[in-house]
């Protein structure tokens, strides 16, 4: 009796020295995964310093057994038992990857095939997260729409159609050429940022470039003028990066609404000054040669003329326009037309004659009244300022 107790007794020391132990980190269950990089080395213990029992292709399906072990996870392959390093390893439980969508049009499937139901197509550029592998194709979730209003959705794309990214979380690529919904979405931002003044219109073009690259300025990033990770999350996320029409047309300081009086003696006769318009932002200088109740000013060259023109479409115009006048280094709020009238002091500026512009309480000077156009459009150019 003494004997059995005793057998007993060291086979249950026996067992409890020879319970498998786990790591803090031990997976729940026995999972499939998939080679993330090209011949990866399977060895045959958890140590670089291990043999290598095969090579693993990017691609290759494996079984992860239920631990990891400092980065290693214990895998079978084939008839092939050993060790990977974890880096190598996608494991649909524990990890994601995030990707683009690199051509527009792109079919959101319900399952991997050609054949399958599409569920939404989409846009260049969406950013999107991969949760899994089969075979060629990924399983991935997108986010549809912008905001309380969006929605997760998941299926499967062809993985020849996404580019991986290093960022570590969702984001829309956005750049020059791309057009549709997410373009319109992020010039509806910046309008409201007040970095884009042009309508919405979903296509990528110059406009939207500057109005990013401006943005990008502000926010202390590079200027390239396209919306990567950092600059998307940026624009759509909560903070109080904005500008004024003005600084975003180059104004810098603030844009004054000051009496004509005032003006008068900083905007001398002969004193050359910027006129920025302030629907298009286009500059052009001029040269005041006289007037007393307003300033009486000619284009400084054939050059700054055309640009002036292009500003009334190509023909000169009596219309009024809002615009910014910056001389001495100050900048004032200011309305001018585009007819070239009566004296013409340059005569190789191709303008023949000068044109009128009025500031706070200018007159006409041949009724010495104010101009009701021309004052509506100086307290235009005022506001838009600010």
Same mark, same amino acid.
């Given at each position: ?21 786990? /790591? ?9 995964? /998939?080679? #993330? ?14 043999? !290598?029992?095969?090579?693993?292709? *990017?691609?290759?399906? #494996?079984?992860?057994?239920?631990? *990891?072990?400092?980065?290693? @996870?214990?895998?079978? @392959? ?7 390093? $974890? ?10 990857? #995030? ?23 989409? +846009? ?16 991935? *979730? ?54 884009? !003044?042009?309508?919405? /219109?979903?296509?990528?073009? +110059? ?5 990013? =690259? ?17 600059? @998307? ?27 004509? +009086? ?8 002969? =004193? ?24 009486? !000013? ?44 009566? $004296? ?12 009128? #512009? ?8 041949? /009724?010495?009244? *104010? ?16």
């Amino acid at each position: 009796m003494k004997k059995t107790i005793i057998l007993l007794f060291v086979a249950a020391i026996f067992a409890v020295s020879f319970i498998p132990t786990t /790591t803090v980190n031990a997976m729940p269950y026995f999972e499939d995964a /998939t080679v #993330i990089g090209d011949e990866v080395n399977m060895r045959m213990r958890p140590s670089t310093d291990s043999p !290598v029992i095969t090579q693993l292709s *990017e691609g290759a399906r #494996i079984g992860v057994f239920c631990e *990891e072990q400092e980065g290693w @996870y214990r895998i079978i @392959y084939g008839n092939y038992r050993g060790y990977i390093s $974890a880096e190598f390893v996608f494991l649909p439980s524990k990890d994601y990857m #995030i990707a683009h969508v690199q051509e527009g049009g792109l079919n959101l499937r319900e399952n991997p095939g050609v054949y399958s139901n599409v569920i939404m197509k989409l +846009d260049e550029g969406t950013g999107v997260t991969i949760i899994n592998f089969v075979g060629e194709w990924y399983e991935i *979730e997108v986010q549809e729409g912008v905001g309380e209003d969006s929605v997760l959705r998941s299926g499967y794309v062809h993985s020849d159609y996404l580019k991986i990214s290093t960022s570590d979380h969702v984001s829309n690529i956005l750049k020059k050429g791309m057009q549709g919904a997410a373009v319109r979405d992020l010039q509806t931002e910046l309008r409201k940022r007040k970095f884009m !003044v042009a309508r919405a /219109t979903g296509y990528y073009g +110059d406009i939207t470039v500057g109005a990013v =690259k401006a943005f990008q300025k502000e926010a202390g990033l590079a200027q390239d003028g396209i919306v990567g990770a950092k600059t @998307y999350e940026l624009i759509f996320g909560d903070n109080d990066i904005k500008t004024t029409v003005a600084a975003m047309f180059g104004i810098t300081g603030e844009v004054k609404k000051s009496t004509w +009086d005032e003006i008068a003696k900083v905007f001398t006769k002969g =004193k050359i000054a910027t006129v920025t318009d302030v629907r298009t932002g286009k500059q052009f200088r001029v040269r005041r040669f006289g007037g007393w109740w307003h300033a009486d !000013v000619e284009p400084l060259t054939a050059a700054d003329t055309a640009i002036m023109k292009s500003i009334y479409n190509g023909t000169w115009s009596w219309d009024r326009r809002a615009i910014w006048v910056t001389v001495g280094g100050r900048t004032y709020a200011a309305s001018q037309n585009g007819m070239p009238h009566l $004296a013409s002091p340059t005569p190789d500026n191709n303008f023949p004659g000068h044109f009128c #512009i009025h500031f706070n309480d200018s007159k006409v000077h041949e /009724t010495g009244q *104010e101009c009701p156009r021309h004052q509506y459009c100086v307290d235009y150019a005022y506001n838009k300022a600010h």
